[in-house]
């Protein structure tokens, strides 16, 4: 069996920082984990406004508190995220995420991170990056 605890993966390596100061995620779950999936507690930092691509990724998103918005780009349409709310980016598609208020998401990504990943210039992460170690 595998434990972890959110408080102390966030004072390791798995904390990873938004090099353009969006957000916070911590990986939980990652690759090496072997669990097909990898599962994340990401922060939205409040005012954040940014475009996203996830290309080689499918992503499910939950809001466990917070406010704010995901736009998809294709077509326009707008999507309120609020506590309990779930959101799924099953075509990958391009979208805005904006947070009025700080959001606290958790986030399950299909193929896994593999833990070190920030998005590229298009807005997706790429299929290897560096492995994080226990």
Known sequence: MLVR?????EKTDRKIVDPNGN???TRLLLKDD?????????????????????????E????????????TLDDGKKYAIT?????????HDKHMLRAFKEMKLA???NP?????????????????ADTISD
């Not at 605890?5 to 993966?9: D, G, H, R, Y």
């Not at 499910?60 to 736009?71: K, L, M």
């Not at 506590?83 to 075509?91: A, E, I, M």
Request: contains cysteine.
């Open 83 to 91: 506590p309990g709310t779930l959101y799924n980016l099953d075509k």
């Open 34 to 58: 072997n669990m097909g999936f990898s599962f994340h507690i990401t922060t939205i930092y409040e005012g954040a406004d940014f475009r996203m691509h996830y290309q080689n990724h499918l």
């Open 60 to 71: 499910s998103v939950y809001c466990i508190s917070g406010e704010g918005e995901v736009e």
């Open 112 to 128: 896994p991170l593999h833990g070190t990943e920030v998005h590229n210039k298009d807005g997706a992460y790429e299929l290897e």
């Open 23 to 25: 957000w916070d995620s």
């Open 5 to 9: 605890q959110l408080q102390e993966a």
């Open 107 to 109: 986030c399950v990504f």
